[in-house]
């Protein structure tokens, strides 16, 4: 068993996934049939961590209702952030429930590459991604293969490696010190505390830190980025059981849930139907149809449907 916790902040609300987001913390919603926390905890236990701490918020209860049912097999905690007080502040959430070496990875990013080397290497290490516009981001800034300095959406960025949402640090109690000296100098950037800044006092503490490169990484905060992380994830994980094939017509990829019951439907291409969802006389394409969603009769394209927003 990995020696690691994984610290995942899932606390957010998703303001710009709205009204998906009205019944369910963000992390929750589903792509290629899946909610997304089940996509990040499948890289999560592929790294051989099996201690997973929860830093959760708005709709809670969803969330840890989830986990513990799909996922009795891992050790999870759960720990509360009351207020939206940033990245930073999620983290240091965590504080009092781990101990040793964390592995930290944002509730709302698939990751595209093996997180392996984030953990089984000797260094304190931050997965990056060489990006096009690394304003919009958190940068790292090198000297040869380490690390020198972090800045949060720079005007005028050091580098164009962008940080992904993935962090490996070998003895959490120095990252947690930083986080607390950061709170304490009530540094913020609009209004939230930020981990970048956690991550300059670890450098100026003369902490090592190394990038680790990785393809991609999804961030799924709009409807837009969802349908084409969907489409991406299901040329790769494309599932439809053969009982589906009989009476509808599927054109690859899609994936549908063994649970889910679909009736004389023309589905495809990159359609997902994730589990208890019920279509009967429907025609959909690059469509994400979320758990318990029922649709009779519908004809869509480039949406996700659930049964909340119908």
Known sequence: MNKYTAII?????????????QHCPKTMLDVAGQPIISHILRQVEQCGIRRVVFVVGYQKEVLIAY??????????????????KGLGHAVY????????????????????????????GEKNAVGVKTVAD????????????????FEEKPAQ??????????????????????????????????NEIQLTDALSCLLQRGTSIVPVKMNDWFDC??????????????????????????????????YIDESAVVE??????????????????????DAIVSRETHLEGKT?????????SL
């Open 264 to 285: 004389n439907c023309v589905l495809g291409p990159y359609v997902s139907v994730s589990e208890g969802a019920v279509l009967k006389n429907c025609r959909l394409e």
């Open 157 to 190: 960025p050091k580098s164009n490696l962008a940080l992904i949402g993935a962090y490996s640090f070998l003895e959490c109690s120095q990252l947690f010190s930083c986080l607390e000296e950061v709170i304490a100098s009530g540094k913020t950037v609009k």
């Open 9 to 21: 902040p899932v606390a957010g609300k998703g303001v710009r996934l709205l009204p998906f987001t």
């Open 221 to 254: 905060g709009t409807v837009e980025i969802m349908l084409q992380t969907n489409q991406i994830l299901l040329r790769r994980h494309a599932h439809v059981p053969e009982k589906f094939r009989a009476n509808n017509q599927i054109s690859a990829p899609c």
């Open 300 to 308: 869509a394209s480039h949406l996700i449907l659930d049964k909340y």
């Open 93 to 120: 959430m965590a504080k009092p429930v781990v101990t040793g070496p964390c592995f930290i990875i944002l509730g709302d990013t698939i990751i595209d590459g093996d997180l392996l080397p984030l953990v089984k």
């Open 67 to 84: 986990v513990r049912s799909h996922y009795p097999h891992l050790e999870t905690v759960f720990v509360e952030q009351k207020e939206p």
């Open 134 to 149: 690394p304003r919009r981001f958190g940068v790292v800034e090198l000297k040869g293969t380490e690390i020198v300095g």
